[in-house]
């Protein structure tokens, strides 16, 4: 490498570094670690200043859940028979006993007709059994029959009762079967799943429909354990629903008694006044009571923000002090919440 070159190379690395070294900042002057004193300033006599006052309330802690229904219904097919309809769809209202599906009925229709015609058939057997049981009492009492003749006669008469009983079990069972073809609604409530299409074939079992009843939603939540032991059954808690904006309140229904090994939680059901709004799956939340907590509040106005920084002006022997604080984010009754940054008793002017 020439002379030349070298010296150019030490320029450039000079360069360099200095450039690094004065945006690091090592030209500017530092301050030590510690505490800087602020600039104070005069109290003016027409000042309005607080209080920084502690306030303990009561402490809730929010469980998230989701809304359902306490009474929710799957509705199943009973026998393996092709759909001829559906009659309702996601979000329809239906009555208790409203046809929702209708399947193919013409085997078990012709299976009817046939127990009937059978049927038919075994009480006219019947009715010539008893008329021949009659005329064989009548020949008996003349003594032109023998006993044996009157006890066959009474054994057909039996025989034919029997039938006409077998038979006529068949053709409750046939239209019972028949029955199965218009499934009903059990319960009064809203659709919410539609499992099945026309032309699809049903098997015993197969869920074809889902139900819940609108009038009896709750919120399902899981409570940590320590908290779920101080509520009990009929405790009225608040409910807040993100999608309404809204802040209800309900009873407690139901404590389940078993609590989940890896959360350690116990699943708290509260009831929800009835609206129109609510919806089985929605999310929302249950303010569980815990205690008591303590909180220091000042005037919201008191708070001043540059950016993301927020200040106070203290008051403090006549004269005024900036000081920065965090504040809880929110403000309950004009007030904001102080997490840091004062004590109790301090003075701040507005």
């Known amino acids: 490498m020439t002379p030349r070159k070298l010296v150019a190379g030490i320029i450039v690395f000079i360069a360099i570094s200095l450039a690094v070294a004065w945006l690091s900042g090592w030209f500017e002057e530092k301050i030590q670690p510690g505490h800087a004193q602020l600039a104070r300033t005069q109290l003016s006599t027409n000042a309005s200043i607080a209080v920084v006052e502690r306030v303990v309330d009561p402490a809730v802690e929010w469980a998230s859940g989701a809304i359902?229904?306490?009474r929710r219904t799957t509705v199943a097919a009973r026998i393996l028979a092709r759909i001829e309809d559906v009659h309702v769809g996601a979000g329809d209202e239906v009555a208790k006993g409203d046809v929702l599906v209708t399947l193919d009925a013409r085997d078990l229709q012709a299976r009817v007709q046939q127990a009937r015609e059978s049927l038919k058939a075994s009480e006219a057997q019947r009715d010539l059994a008893r008329q021949e049981l009659a005329r064989t009492e009548e020949l008996l009492k003349r003594r032109v029959a023998t006993q044996q003749r009157f006890d066959q006669a009474s054994s057909n008469l039996r025989v034919?009762?029997?039938q006409v009983d077998r038979l006529l079990q068949g053709l409750n069972e046939a239209q019972t079967a028949l029955s199965y073809t218009e499934i009903r609604a059990p319960v009064a409530g809203r659709v919410i799943d539609r499992l099945a299409e026309r032309g699809d074939t049903t098997a015993p079992g197969q869920p074809l429909l889902r139900l819940y009843d609108p009038s009896v939603l709750r919120v399902e939540a899981p409570v940590r354990e320590s908290?779920?032991?101080g509520l009990k059954a009929?405790?009225?808690?608040q409910i807040e629903i993100f999608a309404l904006q809204e802040t209800l309140s309900g009873p407690i229904d139901e404590i389940v008694p078993y609590a989940e090994p890896g959360a350690r939680t116990l699943l708290v059901k509260v009831r929800l006044p009835s609206d129109a709004r609510v919806?089985?799956?929605?999310?929302a939340r249950v303010a569980v009571p815990a205690g008591e907590r303590a909180r220091l509040l000042i005037p919201a106005d008191a708070v001043m923000r540059i950016g993301q920084l927020e200040f106070v002006t203290i008051v403090k022997d006549g004269q005024t002090e900036r000081r920065m604080v965090t504040t809880g984010g929110g403000t309950v009754?004009?007030?904001s919440e102080i997490l840091s940054g004062l004590k109790e008793g301090e003075r701040v002017m507005r």
């Open 227 to 229: 908290l779920a032991l």
């Open 279 to 283: 919806f089985a799956g929605m999310f």
């Open 68 to 70: 359902e229904s306490a």
């Open 234 to 237: 009929g405790d009225i808690l």
């Open 333 to 335: 009754d004009g007030r």
């Open 160 to 162: 034919a009762e029997a």
